[in-house]
T-cell receptor
Framework: AQKITQTQPGMFVQEKEAVTLDCTYD???????LFWYKQPSSGEMIFLIY??????QNATEGRYSLNFQKARKSANLVISASQLGDSAMYFC?????????????FGKGTRLSVIA | DSGVTQTPKHLITATGQRVTLRCSPR?????VYWYQQSLDQGLQFLIQ???????AKGNILERFSAQQFPDLHSELNLSSLELGDSALYFC?????????????????FGSGTRLTVV
């Protein structure tokens, strides 16, 4: 069974609008971390935001926020005020166990295209 | 610069050949992870080393092997290469049990090695 599911292969958003990229996960571990990465066409993996399973508040980082719904096992990424430079692949990932010492498991990604 | 260094950035080689990809983790990180990303695919975990020892294994082919040296740099060896091995290979590193650090940096990825097998 897939541990990370991203159901949107591609998304379009108008410049300056907000967009939500979906991510659901599957784990029986009570302690885990959720990550979002951006991969532009140049190929590098850029860390965007992190949410710990015990965090009381949703993570925010600039224009990025994470809509964390633990009971639903979802960790959707919200990008506000989209910019042309936001066009990229976006990957949701999870690490299980409490330490930052286990491999990240990635979803298949969502390709976001921002339209002027 | 993410702090994780991968060399070479590009590699073109023929089928049947063997190549070595190199990774230097961010200073202080003991864990190194190798991932493979085929065209328009997600990242597939291959193998993890922690402080010189193999810690976890993913979908790594028997033709592939890796090691981590005392200075913590790691090498991924790919042999008997096939056309289907063409991919972007990433190395990543992480700290241990530090939520604050994860929150700020996540797992740090190198810029990748793009391997083309012809």
């Amino acid at each position: 069974a897939q541990k990370i599911t991203q159901t949107q292969p591609g998304m379009f958003v108008q410049e300056k609008e907000a967009v939500t990229l979906d991510c659901t996960y599957d784990t029986s571990d009570p302690s885990y971390g959720l990550f979002w990465y951006k991969q532009p066409s140049s190929g590098e993996m850029i860390f965007l935001i992190y949410q710990g399973s015990y965090d009381q508040q949703n993570a925010t980082e600039g224009r990025y926020s994470l809509n964390f719904q633990k009971a639903r096992k979802s960790a959707n990424l919200v990008i506000s005020a989209s910019q042309l430079g936001d066009s990229a692949m976006y990957f949701c990932a999870m690490r299980e166990t409490p330490s930052g010492n286990t491999p990240l498991v990635f979803g298949k990604g969502t390709r976001l295209s921002v339209i002027a | 610069d993410s702090g994780v260094t991968q060399t070479p950035k590009h590699l073109i080689t023929a089928t049947g050949q063997r190549v070595t990809l190199r990774c230097s983790p961010r200073s202080g990180d003991l864990s190194v992870y190798w991932y493979q990303q085929s065209l328009d695919q997600g990242l597939q975990f291959l193998i993890q080393y922690y402080n010189g020892e193999e810690r976890a294994k993913g979908n790594i082919l028997e033709r592939f092997s890796a090691q981590q040296f005392p200075d913590l740099h790691s090498e991924l060896n790919l042999s008997s290469l096939e056309l289907g091995d063409s991919a972007l290979y990433f190395c990543a590193s992480s700290v241990v049990a530090d939520g604050a650090f994860e929150r700020q940096y996540g797992y740090t990825f190198g810029s990748g090695t793009r391997l083309t097998v012809v």
